[in-house]
């Protein structure tokens, strides 16, 4: 019997030699593309088979074997008939049919359900009846980012937020935050996804995406950056300035004396959640401010101090050539 060779790695979109974990990834990302409930055009239903056929031949390493054994010389749409010998072992209480394998191609059901190749029994018609189900679940599952206050995320909290589910009208939801969350932490919302009038709705996942505090930049490993400003006697002589940590807290930190602007100094975790309940370093730069408008007293002060400068630079001079 003949019939239209298909080629199950072009449908997915990845090369012969790809990992079982580059086929699964690229059929997960194309599943959420083109289920029927997210693409609405002309024939969606049918491509999003074919991409499920593909999946179920090359996910299991002994189907994909013998799927490859037919060689890499067939080009989509050729007429195809299996080669002699192509038979295997007949199934003990009959072969599955398209509808048991998810509605497949007369290729799939040619080589794997119910024409040349026979080795395929109930045990694959009760995987691809398990896998549509899958399949419908995880393609009406929703991923969204939602913005979280870095206090919220160092101590938890709740949120509020709305969500478009494609229903048409937005829905409100609300989160626990929990403590210590960091950057890229995946919430999963039970029932929170796509609704669908068939079999429910799947679930919400929601990547958490830190705001850094007010003052504050975000580095690489949970940095945080920010700016602490002395006055010039504080950086010549050292001191205990205060400071109000990314947290809300107050505290002070030490600056060591002959410090210059631009010098920084590291606070040990102090900055941003991370994996594993760790938390990145807060980097504070040094910036010497001066007044904009000295009194009287902060003027003659200067000018002392300028004149106590001036006469420093020339005792080391006369020092220097003596």
Avoid: C
């Avoid at 399949?135 to 101590?155: K, M, N, Q």
């Avoid at 709305?162 to 937005?170: C, L, M, N, T």
């Amino acid at each position: 019997m003949s019939v239209r060779y298909q080629d199950y790695y072009a449908v997915l979109g990845v090369p012969r030699t790809a990992s079982q974990d580059e086929i699964r990834r690229a059929y997960r990302q194309l599943a959420r593309q083109k289920h029927p409930d997210v693409d609405r055009t002309p024939g969606a239903t049918t491509r999003f088979q074919q991409l499920t056929e593909a999946y179920e031949v090359l996910k299991n390493p002994e189907t994909r074997s013998r799927y490859d054994t037919l060689g890499a010389h067939w080009k989509e749409g050729q007429d195809f008939t299996p080669p002699p010998g192509w038979a295997s072992a007949r199934t003990r209480r009959g072969r599955p049919s398209a509808e048991d394998l998810g509605g497949f191609s007369s290729f799939f059901d040619t080589l794997f359900g119910g024409g040349g190749f026979d080795g395929v029994d109930e045990d694959l018609a009760e995987r691809g009846r398990r896998a549509r189900a899958a399949h419908e679940r995880v393609a009406r599952d929703v991923e969204a980012e939602l913005s979280v206050p870095f206090e919220t995320a160092l101590r938890g909290g709740r949120r509020s937020f709305q969500i478009d589910d494609g229903s048409g009208a937005p829905r409100e939801i609300e989160v626990r935050i929990p403590a210590g969350s960091f950057s890229g932490t995946t919430l999963r919302l039970r029932g929170q996804g796509q609704r669908s009038g068939r079999t429910g709705a799947g679930d919400l996942l929601l990547r958490l995406a830190v705001e850094p505090p007010p003052g504050y930049e975000v580095g690489e490993d949970g940095v945080l950056r920010g700016r602490l400003e002395l006055a010039p006697h504080q950086a010549v002589l050292g001191a205990r300035v205060p400071v109000r940590g990314p947290d809300g807290s107050e505290g002070t930190v030490a600056v060591p004396p002959g410090s210059s602007s631009g010098r920084v100094l590291r606070l040990r975790g102090q900055g941003l959640p991370l994996p594993g309940g760790a938390r990145g370093d807060l980097e504070l730069q040094l910036a010497i401010v001066v007044p904009e408008r000295p009194t009287d007293v902060e003027r003659r002060a200067y000018q002392e101090l300028a004149r106590a400068l001036e006469d420093g630079v020339r005792q080391r001079s006369t020092d220097g050539g003596g």
